[in-house]
T-cell receptor, first 109, second 114 residues
Framework: DAKTTQPNSMESNEEEPVHLPCNHSTISGTDYIHWYRQLPSQGPEYVIH???SNVNNRMASLAIAEDRKSSTLILHRATLRDAAVYYCILRDVWGKLTFGTGTRLTIIP | EAQVTQNPRYLITVTGKKLTVTCSQN?????MSWYRQDPGLGLRQIYYSMNVEVTDKGDVPEGYKVSRKEKRNFPLILESPSPNQTSLYFC?????????????FGQGTRLTVV
């Protein structure tokens, strides 16, 4: 399975943008890049996904490198409710999500 | 409201006593899967199902069984639970095969086997 590498933890100040990096150098041409987050005591929650082009939705933006070997999740204005573990995942054509250990994001008031 | 419902949310049982964790989704999704989450190991896939009567092993299937008799339900069965199956379990569902769909997760079942 293709793997992703993320920093174990990051901190950000409230109401500032947050850039969460992810490396996926072994990505295949058909893998989609997904981001999920897990709030305390909850199941993972979908954030955003993309294939080649940058993507925006109401929660976040996803910037994908031209060679697709890395991506960055951007939270434009972090709030305390964004404190969670963020997972960068490659989803294959069979639908499988292979989770890594994620990045624990702490928001400082 | 689109949701994946797991029951029970919490369960304490004894070694060897068969148990079933239920999972139900109301989105008519074909693909369903079970994960376990352990400290330091993240979420690992146990079993998955691509449609009714089609199931296959994930990365850590030992000690577990599943069935998919109806599209909406995907129960996880532990025939003889052991303490190493103490974990947090999540069920997930998504539309048909492919990476271009989002997955929906249940709230989790915290299982303790003593």
């Amino acid at each position: 399975d293709a793997k992703t590498t993320q920093p174990n933890s990051m901190e950000s100040n409230e109401e500032e943008p947050v850039h969460l990096p992810c490396n996926h150098s072994t990505i295949s041409g058909t893998d989609y890049i997904h981001w999920y987050r897990q709030l305390p005591s909850q199941g993972p929650e979908y954030v955003i996904h993309g294939l080649t082009s940058n993507v925006n939705n109401r929660m976040a933006s996803l910037a994908i490198a031209e060679d697709r070997k890395s991506s960055t999740l951007i939270l434009h204005r972090a709030t305390l409710r964004d404190a969670a573990v963020y997972y960068c995942i490659l989803r294959d054509v069979w639908g499988k999500l292979t989770f890594g250990t994620g990045t624990r994001l702490t928001i400082i008031p | 409201e689109a949701q994946v419902t797991q029951n029970p949310r919490y369960l304490i049982t004894v070694t060897g006593k068969k148990l079933t964790v239920t999972c139900s989704q109301n989105m008519n999704h074909e693909y369903m899967s079970w994960y376990r989450q352990d400290p330091g190991l993240g979420l690992r896939q146990i079993y998955y199902s691509m449609n009714v009567e089609v199931t296959d092993k994930g990365d850590v299937p030992e000690g577990y069984k599943v069935s998919r008799k109806e599209k909406r339900n995907f129960p996880l069965i532990l025939e003889s639970p052991s303490p190493n199956q103490t974990s947090l379990y999540f069920c997930a569902s998504s539309p048909p095969l492919g990476g271009n769909t989002e997955a929906f997760f249940g709230q989790g079942t915290r299982l303790t086997v003593v």
